[in-house]
């Protein structure tokens, strides 16, 4: 599939979240349809989408169904089983590709991967036992912190250790799963940048967004962040260095630390991202869209910055906030229309555009 | 129902075409979902809505299904069957009312009304035969337009006399409906105001926007519109006259004339309008949310233009200039989806952002 996808034709998304969600819109917008795969019930990306298939990842004759009835496939999430990829692929192109995919899975293969291509990452070493995190603490010290090397989100799957007597406690919390203890990286902030590239090779950057975590999730997201301007280029070419090292085609997320010492990658996600939120009230073209476009073989679009933005995250219980919210001069609102508020989970967004 | 509609909440909308598309993104971003309601096959909206039924306006039961699973029931047309409408409202409530549809259904009650608001208007005359006609075209002269009271958009409907020898032929163009014929008005330049009215009374419009029409469709709505500060306010206090005296909730579209007499009421249509659609590439709030907001019994949002658009309509074959339009730096593609391109088909709209 080489050709740019026509007005009609169908993308394929794996995850019904808001993420699922947000980019159905933006398939929309460019007249392209949307097919969801999510084993959830009432999944909030079947509100904005024109099929969804209820089924487990286990689900082969679903797959191949799903798979047959789109496109091009994408995903909203970077934990999918390698076995449903391996039956959608033989189908279907999978963008953004398996390559990404391979890397991001595993933070152990991620930090190695990113450094191979020059790029500074926190020090890190891989753990399985008691042995290997005695040899990493002897490594790199403390404070560390020990994380799984898979599924791991939002500071889970992940324990602190300010001494070296916490190991044990790390160790369990682990839960016999691989894992890789990092450095403490001491950064003034963190910075993500949003970038994009299309079929045929071309890369753009939305601007650097400034992000602050409460709780292990994220917070609010700044643009523009403060950074130099040495800084905002180094930036956007790390970035792109990683993009094209993949051969990349989509959305990536890369989440840098500021140091004295220069930019550090703290990961990449492979899909839309949350400190990108932003570029839906910030930009002609968002997120979402610069994700479909790649995917679907189009241009990209323009992604310039019109307006300073501040996204703020809305958890759990910020929903009693959404009507004061709603009255805000400058505030767009952005629900995912879950029904259930519980602790913890992602509601929805606000972005308030500086006048 | 005065309380504001929760998320999980759904909102029903008469017609599936792109306004309804374009309402159903808007709903799903506040975290309301849409059932669309329209008679034809595959339509637009039904891509991004929740749900969809297929039915005629004279199904009955149909629609009494439909009223009993909304919340509240909106529309992307004006030409509803009165009777569907009473099927409706005794089950749930229609936002706008049904005072806005009475008098925007009728070209010669429209005009009455506006003028009985204090509002000028083109002269016009009744016509429903031959005689009427004589009798119009000696109290009003020539060039006029002879338009259908109902049922007319898009130039169809209408025949212009240039002399009252063509009195014949535009009364044959009418095949027999009651119509009107208005006086043709000199004006430099067509603009619009789109206002929105919300449950409490609170009553805001976006930037008036200039309009060019090209074989009778919308060409394009350019913003600011070259108004000076006096017509500006003369315009949006035009609407909100209109918008109160009809007790009106949710967006109304109000076509004005610039005339050396001042600002003439062309038309106004009880909906979201196409020379409102810069709104979603020019404001926080675009007119889609808006009108949500204001049928949902939510505050309407801050519509404060952030950026100066040309928005121009994509119609039949302008589709095959897609590829270069997504190519565009500044430009923001609207695609509705639909498969079948016919000569004179709305197919979509671009918003150009001025840098």
Redesign the interface.
Known sequence: MNE?LK??STIGILGGGQLG?ML??AA???????HIFEPGSEPPA???A?RLTTAAYSDTEALIAFARSVDVVTYEFENIPTEALDTIEAITPIRPGREALRVSQDRLIEKAYLEGLGLQVAPFAPVHDAESLQKAVDQIGTPSILKTCRFGYDGKGQAKLNTPEDQSAALAAMADQPAVLEGFVTFSREVSVIAARSVNGDVACFDPGENIHKDGILHTTTVPASLSAAQRTDAVLMAAKILNALDYVGVLGVELFVTPQGLIVNEIAPRVHNSGHWTQ?GC??DQFEQHI?AIAG??L??G?R??DVIMENLIGND?DRV?EI??????????????DVKPGRKM?HV?R?A?
Do not use: C, F, Q
């Open positions: 740019p007005t009609g969600r159905a819109v929309a917008r460019l007249g392209l349809k949307t079947s509100h904005t024109h009230n002609a073209i476009r189009w241009p679009g323009d310039t019109h307006s929903m009507a709603a009255r805000e001069s400058g505030a767009a609102l952005h629900l995912y229309g879950k029904a929805g972005n555009i006048s």
